[in-house]
Structures are given as structure tokens and as C-alpha cells.
């Protein structure tokens, strides 16, 4: 994407963000907005992260349910944490329906149940959500199910009527272009390689040379490497692989997907998918291999877990393949904040399409001393575990086990 500068990187700035992907550029938005000179290092090309290479998929995307945050922080606590995920995706809502472009379609989600008893316990669950923090939810029976998918796959499911979907990509460019006219520098092919505190804030080693910067954030999400090694043990990096298949009509893709919703299911091991931004193919995701593999041996995998849900599609060529890092957290929850004079915003879950736009911004009002910043993950640790030093050694023996308690039912 050429849209990025190589001009000589300048000597100092107000703010310091390394990763120019939604959180890096929403954030950088917010401080260049407020007069602060900006300067967003990105180590490969822009959108070299996952905000170029997503499903596009934007829904509430807190992971604990509301039942195990009040087991942990209490109910008020819950409660905030909840309604931020919410306030996340409405974030995106207005953006994309008043500012920006990214192709944002309103058409929900449909989210299958995998067995007879995840199809009763969604239907309960939405029967009886938390008093103001509650999504529109229909519940869909086995034989309603044709409605919104054309599959017997699940027993039935439940339609998420405000869950929208992107193109990840035009995102990107969009941010981008809020934070560059708002007078941010990004420039890409460029990692910070060292970080050291000075007197007077931090300065950042890069093959281009070396910047001095007031405030740092780190926005790097799954790809947090050495940088930060703190933070390279609060984040597990896991591989999420997505197929396209070749066009097949948009007449054929809305008889597969009726309403052009998103689907996902209740799979350990879950699977995304929806009809690509045009319409014309089905672009099919999830985790495809123990370990992590080059994208193109995931192919086969990938297709036998699409066939089993569209045995329609047994013939047709898968045209496209790909990869990109997502950060897990070990509590699964964004985790935003400042650790030594250094600010953060990561950990999405696989879930950052609202979440990294909202909490880059965030962070960027944190950034500028603005109560506005505020939010009800402020201040929950962060945290590691013992013998994790970034390299995800369990996540081969986990993948299995959600394999085998998907294969059995549970
Ligand atoms: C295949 C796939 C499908 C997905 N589908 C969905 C979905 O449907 N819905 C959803 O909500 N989420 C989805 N996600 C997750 C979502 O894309 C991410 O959570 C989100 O894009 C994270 O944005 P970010 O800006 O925090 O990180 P990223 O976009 O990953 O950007 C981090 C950047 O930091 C850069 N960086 C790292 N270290 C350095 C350094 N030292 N110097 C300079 N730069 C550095 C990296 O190069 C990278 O570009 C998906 C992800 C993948 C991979």
C-alpha cells in the first residue's frame, strides 16, 4: 500500500507509536488531532498486521460472559466492562455510517449451535440477558434454519441483529487517512529495534535512525516481539488462517448465505465466515492446524471444515489463502494502560475489528491526560504465566483438546 512515507524520519516527536494498524492509527488520530507531533513506525508494510488480512467481522466482542466477570470484578465492574464492548461496536457504527468508508454492512450475524444442548443454552442465555447491556438476538430453530443458511449443519442457532461487517482493508486506509489529515507521519519498513527511557521520555532505535519521543505507545498486538518483553509475556500469539473460494455469483453466494449475514459457531475450535466484501465469494476462517503452518498447507483442512457445513461447494477452486497473528491474553481481555512510561493497548482475543479502533482511540485520549480515556479495563492487571516466554508451547495440546471436546459434543 504506497501510502506511507519514506521521507528521513524526524529527530523528535510529541508521540511515539510502533504499529500502524486500527489501534496504532486510531490512537494516533486522537494525539495528532490534539496538536501533539505523531509519528507511527511500522515494521513491515502498512497493513502488514492483521487489520489488513481480517474477517471483517464486527460484533460484542467481550470474551468472559457477564456471569464470570461478576465471579472476578463484581457486578458493577461486569457490567462496565460489558457495556464497553457494546460501546466499542458502536464506535465503529458511527464512524463507519458518518465518517469513514470501509464498505460497513449492517446485515448480522448468525451464529450456529454446534449440538442440541449450545442451541438450548443460547436460546436461554438470550432469553435472559443482563438488564441494559442486552443485543437484539432472535432465536432460529433447526428448521427455521434454511432462512439463514443453506446447511443442516447446525441445530439451529441465534441471529445477532447489530453485528455488522467491514472491509478490513478499506478500515485500514480510512484510519490511516484520519490520522495522516489530522497531521500524523506514518512510515512504514521501519521497526523500532530498542526502546531506552532518557530525562525527558524515550528514545527509539530504528535502521533509519533514532527518534526521541515524549510518550511511546506499543500497538503491536499479536506481533509484540522482543520490544517489550513484559508485555511479549502477557500476549499469545495465535495464527488465524482464512480461504477464499473463486467468485461464485453473488446469486450463488445469497443462496448459501441468504441475508449476507456473518456466521460463526459455537465450536471451541470456532469458524467464521460470510460473503467477501463484493458479494461474490465466500471467505471461510478459522484455526486450520495444530501448529502454526504456511497458509497455503492449511488449504486442505480449511476446505474439508467448510464442505462439512456447504457440501455444495465440493468442486469449487479455493482461489486465495492467508494468515495473520492474533493476541490472546491469558484472562481473555483487552488489556490497556501504561507500564514503565510505556502505553499499551492489545490483547483483542481475535476480536479486534471494534475493539482496536475504539481502544486505540482510547488510549490516545489516555495518552493526552483526557478523562475521557477512561475505561473500565483501566487498571486490571495484566496477566503472565510461569515458563511463557512468548512462544505459545501449549498451543498445539489446547487446539487438540477443543478438538476432541468439539468432536464429542460437549
Ligand atoms: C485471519 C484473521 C481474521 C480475523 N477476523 C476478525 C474478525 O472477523 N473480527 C474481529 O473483530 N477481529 C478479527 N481478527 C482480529 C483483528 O484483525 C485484530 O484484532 C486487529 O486487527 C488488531 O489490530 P492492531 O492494530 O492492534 O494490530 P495489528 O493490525 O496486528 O498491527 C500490529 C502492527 O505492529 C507492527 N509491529 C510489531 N512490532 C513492531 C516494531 N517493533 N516496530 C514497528 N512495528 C511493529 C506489526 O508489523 C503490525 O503491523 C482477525 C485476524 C486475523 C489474522
Known amino acids: 500500500m504506497p501510502l506511507s512515507t519514506t521521507a528521513p524520519l524526524p529527530s523528535s516527536v510529541d508521540v511515539l507509536i510502533v504499529g500502524a494498524g486500527y489501534t496504532g492509527l486510531s490512537a ?46 463484581g457486578a458493577d465492574r461486569a457490567w462496565r466492562i460489558c457495556r464497553e464492548g457494546l460501546d466499542a461496536v458502536e464506535y465503529l457504527r458511527s464512524l463507519a455510517t458518518r465518517e469513514i468508508e470501509c464498505g460497513w454492512r449492517g446485515d448480522g450475524c448468525f ?10 443454552d443460547m436460546a436461554r442465555d438470550a432469553h435472559s440477558q443482563p438488564s441494559g447491556i442486552e443485543q437484539r438476538i ?12 443453506a446447511s443442516d449443519f447446525y441445530h439451529g442457532g441465534c441471529v445477532y441483529h ?36 532518557t530525562r525527558n521520555g524515550f528514545e ?16 503491536t498486538n499479536g506481533y509484540s516481539g522482543p520490544l517489550s518483553p ?13 480461504i477464499a473460494t473463486e467468485p461464485l455469483g453473488t446469486d450463488r453466494v445469497r443462496e448459501l448465505i441468504p441475508h449476507g449475514r456473518n456466521i460463526v459457531d459455537s465450536r471451541r475450535v470456532v469458524v467464521y465466515f460470510r460473503p467477501s466484501a463484493d458479494g461474490e465469494r465466500i471467505v471461510f476462517g478459522g484455526r486450520a492446524a495444530l501448529a502454526e503452518k504456511d497458509p497455503i498447507a492449511c488449504v486442505p483442512r ?34 490497556l494502560g501504561q507500564r514503565d512510561g510505556v502505553f499499551y493497548s492489545m490483547g483483542y482475543c ?61
Open 138 to 149: 432472535s432465536v432460529v430453530s433447526k428448521s427455521e434454519q434454511h432462512a439463514e443458511i
Open 204 to 219: 527509539a532505535l530504528t535502521p533509519r535512525g533514532i527518534v526521541r519521543a515524549r510518550q511511546v505507545l506499543l500497538a
Open 162 to 197: 447489530d453485528d455488522a461487517s467491514v472491509d478490513p482493508t478499506r478500515l485500514l486506509l480510512a484510519l490511516h487517512g484520519r490520522a495522516t489529515g489530522s497531521g500524523a507521519v506514518v512510515s512504514d519498513r521501519c521497526p523500532v529495534t530498542a526502546l531506552n527511557r
Open 230 to 242: 513484559w508485555h511479549q509475556r502477557r500476549v499469545i500469539p495465535i495464527g488465524s488462517y482464512q
Open 28 to 73: 494516533a488520530r486522537e494525539t495528532a488531532a490534539a496538536g501533539r507531533s505523531t509519528l507511527v513506525l511500522e515494521a513491515g508494510s502498512l497493513g502488514a498486521g492483521c487489520s489488513s488480512r481480517n474477517g471483517g467481522q464486527v460484533a460484542y466482542s467481550i470474551k468472559p460472559t457477564f456471569a464470570q466477570l461478576t465471579a472476578q470484578f
Open 350 to 410: 481475535g476480536q479486534g475489528v471494534p475493539l482496536a479502533p475504539y481502544f486505540g482511540m482510547r488510549i490516545g485520549q489516555q495518552m493526552l491526560g483526557l478523562a475521557a480515556g477512561r475505561t473500565a479495563l483501566d487498571g486490571l492487571e495484566f496477566p503472565a504465566r510461569p515458563y511463557y516466554r512468548g512462544k505459545p508451547w501449549f498451543l498445539a495440546p489446547s487446539v487438540l483438546a477443543y478438538r476432541l471436546i468439539d468432536a464429542v459434543g460437549l
Open 111 to 120: 451464529f450456529g449451535a454446534h449440538t442440541a444442548k449450545h442451541f438450548s
Open 302 to 335: 480449511l476446505r474439508v471444515m467448510m464442505e462439512r457445513i456447504f457440501p455444495q461447494l465440493r468442486s469449487v477452486r479455493i482461489t486465495h489463502a492467508w494468515v495473520g497473528w492474533v493476541a490472546y491474553t491469558f484472562d481473555k481481555l483487552p488489556h
